[in-house]
């Protein structure tokens, strides 16, 4: 039976290594160094897969490392991370990927103040209302 610190400290252990699979280059890092072919690390993987749960997915920085450890569970993608090219693509997939999703909230709350500045308006001076 583990102790509260104990389960504190797996927790932290376990977010901090589920937020780096968000990395292109740790997970190449991973796979040159043969962790993405042994059976232990790849059952790890698969434990890992209860971070997808709402009540811990809350804590995540990073939410891309959940789609990153769902690839994960696939030996082709596995395979394909040493290659560096893969990982080179991947990466810029990534930064491409978070510049439009700037962009566009960017702008979603750009036309969303928009909306609400007209209702903000201040109310007529005066008693004009009660004329």
């Not at 160094?33 to 790890?44: A, K, V």
């Not at 769902?70 to 090219?85: C, D, G, P, S, T």
């Amino acid at each position: 039976m583990e102790s509260e610190e104990q389960a504190r400290n797996r927790f932290q252990s376990e977010l901090e290594f589920v937020q780096c699979l968000a990395n292109p280059n740790y997970l190449n890092f991973l796979a040159q160094r043969g962790f993405l072919r042994e059976r232990p690390f790849i059952n790890y993987l698969k434990y890992l897969l209860y971070w997808k749960e709402p009540e811990y997915a809350k804590f995540l920085k990073y939410p891309h490392c959940l789609h990153m450890l769902e690839l994960l569970q696939y030996e082709h993608f596995r395979k394909e991370l040493v290659n560096a090219q893969c990982t080179k693509f991947i990466d810029e997939q990534q930064l491409l990927h978070w510049q439009h999703y700037s962009r566009k909230r960017t702008r979603l709350q750009q036309a969303l103040a928009e909306q609400q500045q007209p209702q903000q308006q201040p109310p007529p001076h005066g008693n004009a209302a009660a004329k």
